[in-house]
């Protein structure tokens, strides 16, 4: 078999090595789901008064940390499609009280 070229997880936030959390294959493809359904739902409004900055430099709130923090922002989720959404919930429904 050709090597992959999709690499492994590049963080460590299941640990490592013999101990690593069992759970990680169907908690990455959990999280995956999770958050096609949220971007499928929602869409994400910035605040007219307090915008997300997106300069690439001026995002940071502490540049001279380690990790970039970005500076505060307002954003408020609006509903994309009601209708849709709340035909998938009850299409969902019975998966978790059968
Ligand atoms: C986003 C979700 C999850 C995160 C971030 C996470 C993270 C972790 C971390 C950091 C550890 C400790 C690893 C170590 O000691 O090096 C761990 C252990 C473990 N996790 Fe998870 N986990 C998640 C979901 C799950 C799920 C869904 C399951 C089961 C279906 C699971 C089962 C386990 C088990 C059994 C261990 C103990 C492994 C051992 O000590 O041998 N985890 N997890």
Redesign the pocket.
């Known amino acids: 078999m050709p090597p992959s070229k999709v690499s492994s997880t590049l963080h460590?936030?299941?640990?490592?090595?013999?101990?690593?959390?069992?759970?990680?294959l169907?908690?990455?493809r959990?999280?995956y789901a999770l958050l096609v359904r949220f971007i499928l739902s929602f869409e994400v409004i910035a605040s007219e008064t307090n915008p997300p900055n997106t300069d690439y430099v001026e995002y940071n709130s502490i540049k001279t940390a380690l990790v970039a923090i970005p500076r505060d922002f307002g954003v408020r989720l609006g509903l994309r499609d009601e209708n849709w959404l709340e035909k998938k919930m009850k299409e969902e429904e019975p998966k978790f009280y059968s």
């Open positions: 460590f936030g299941f640990g490592a090595g013999s101990r690593m959390c069992a759970g990680h169907i908690a990455t959990l999280c």
